[in-house]
């Protein structure tokens, strides 16, 4: 078993310290770390204005940052992005692993999902993002996932649901999951199928409860995102590889903690009996 596991789009690592320990309500927690590098972009030739092509190839309209705005977005991007994604699921563990023997009990630890969010310098990063500071009168930028206005972390309208009522998103949570190697929510359902444009609409969601969600045009989140937690702890484990896609194993639960499971010397490992707070 890993407890490092490094990938080109993050940084696993279990931490089984608090599994084996009295008391034994503890479970592993798994951290999966991203590296991303923030370049500022400022007008040429060290100008106060400027302009930079967008998506779409446009000239917008850009300034220049100062020291104390750019010191504010990138931790303000920082700490948006971390707290979103940090804890928000656990892994059911349901293989001999993780056991914490303890008196005529063992106990069988599950797995807390957590995220951190480090900002590094290009060499080291998993992703790069180019960031501009718009002008005051530009009212557009076209975003990628490389290339950032600074508008990019408020909270936009993006589309309606069924009864009307608009759904908004903040766009560089969304692309964290994308960096963590989520799809779209559609994807893969009959209306986006695998190899179709996942930028179409209705990738981003059909139903409402999808639409709703973070890889759709929402900030709701749903089991599905805990899948690259799911797929790093397969991975150290060497346990359910095959089986989690398919939904069975590392199970996740969107509870903030799930106590470990317990069973007598001489008995088998119970049935899930799930203490949740
Ligand atoms: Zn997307």
Same mark, same amino acid.
């Given at each position: 078993?890993?407890? #490092? ?89 349901? =293989?001999?692993? =993780? ?22 310098? #290009? ?16 009212? =557009? =930028? ?83 995102? %805990?899948?690259?937690?799911?797929? %790093?702890? %397969? ?40 203490? #949740?707070?």
């Amino acid at each position: 078993m890993e407890t #490092e596991l490094k990938t080109a789009t993050y940084d696993a690592n279990l931490d089984l310290r608090y599994a084996d320990r009295a008391p034994q309500d503890q479970n592993a927690i798994l951290w999966l770390t991203l590296k991303v590098h923030l370049k500022q972009i400022n007008p040429e030739g060290g100008a106060e204005t400027g302009t930079r092509p967008d998506h779409d190839k446009k000239p917008r309209k850009i300034v220049k940052w100062t020291p104390g705005e750019w010191a504010n977005w990138t931790e303000a991007y920082r700490s948006t992005g971390e707290k979103f994604w940090d804890r928000n699921f656990a892994l059911y563990n349901d =293989f001999m692993l =993780f056991l914490n023997r303890r008196a005529d009990w063992t106990y069988r630890a599950h797995v807390l999902c957590r995220f951190r969010l480090k900002l590094v310098k #290009e060499s080291e990063a998993h992703h790069r993002i180019n960031v501009v500071k718009l002008d005051p009168s530009e009212t =557009f =930028f076209r975003s990628d996932s490389a290339n950032y206005d600074n508008l990019d972390m408020n909270s936009e309208k993006t589309r309606q649901l069924s009864d009307g009522t608009w759904v908004e998103q903040r766009a560089h949570i969304h692309e964290i999951g994308h960096i963590l190697g989520l799809r779209h929510v559609g994807y893969g359902k009959a209306h986006c199928p695998h190899g179709s444009n996942s930028g179409k609409t209705m990738c981003y969601g059909k139903a409402d409860k999808d639409r709703l969600n973070i890889m759709g045009n929402g900030m709701a989140l749903s089991k599905d995102n %805990a899948m690259p937690w799911r797929l %790093a702890v %397969a991975e150290m484990t060497g346990k359910g590889t095959k089986d989690v896609k398919g939904g069975r194993a590392w199970r996740p639960v969107v509870h903030k903690r799930i106590y470990p499971d317990g069973w007598p010397d001489g008995d088998k490992p119970r049935s899930w009996v799930i203490r #949740e707070h």
